[in-house]
């Protein structure tokens, strides 16, 4: 019901008012049945706007921090993540984010969409890195197709560490649906795992427009964040 209110009513007339965003492939997100939304991830924002402009409910994994904070801040970021039905992910236990990925195929075999970020965190610099392999073990293990969304601007929009946001338009481009059916039986195997990964980061690049780097963005996060690369200014 939250979820529904906060889209509706509350939250999204205004994000449309203000970030016009522009969509293409819209046509692309199956009108029923189970998927996988799999995007790549340059700020906190990317949660906002893909919901917002797929008609169906997406179910995301959130930050565990997100559900465990303290005082007004704490509980209002409780309250919004859990009423629009976010999961909570410790992405530090290997068993806990095992638990996400559960819980994110229980959402599939439902019939429902889900949402997930192959990088694992957000780019630090705005250029596309390695995904893990987390999202083919959910094709593997459902059967659902994955359909991959590049958000482009959102970095502009709402930077890390940034309380207030710019006013830009937000562009999202989603790709067709990606079938991976003549890998079935093949869950666990850690070279179809990669190969999977490896092709979904792939069609991610070519929407995105986004430099391609072959090394994990959480290797990365203590370094200093570097401009965004020139292609992804060029694919707005």
């Known amino acids: 019901m939250l979820y529904w209110v906060l889209k509706h009513i509350f939250i999204g007339p205004w994000l449309w008012l203000l970030f016009r965003p522009k969509v293409e492939g819209l046509e692309n997100v199956p009108a029923e049945g189970a998927a996988i939304m799999a995007s790549n991830h340059l700020s906190f924002s990317d949660s906002i706007f893909l919901p917002l402009v797929v008609k169906r409910r997406i179910t995301f994994v959130a930050k565990a921090e997100y559900f465990t904070g303290k005082g007004i801040k704490g509980w209002i970021s409780r309250a ?40 694992g965190t957000r780019s630090p610099d705005g250029r596309l890195y390695k995904g893990k392999t987390g999202v083919a073990r959910l094709a593997l293990e459902t059967g659902a197709p994955v359909v991959p969304c590049a958000m482009v601007n959102t970095h502009i929009v709402q930077p890390p560490g940034k309380i207030w946001p710019r006013f830009v338009r937000v562009h999202i481009k989603i790709g067709k649906p990606l079938d991976f059916s003549r890998y079935e039986g093949n869950a666990f195997d850690r070279f179809v795992e990669r190969s999977i990964t490896d092709e979904i980061m792939y069609e991610l690049m070519e929407l995105s427009g986004q430099e391609y780097v072959d090394v994990y963005a959480a290797k990365l996060k203590n370094q200093d964040a570097q401009p965004p690369a020139e292609p992804l200014a060029a694919a707005a």
């Open 80 to 119: 919004f993540f859990g009423g629009t039905g976010q999961i909570p992910l410790d992405r530090v236990g290997g068993s806990a984010a095992a638990g996400a990925l559960a819980t994110g195929a229980r959402i599939l075999n439902s019939g429902e969409l889900f949402g997930i970020y192959p990088e």
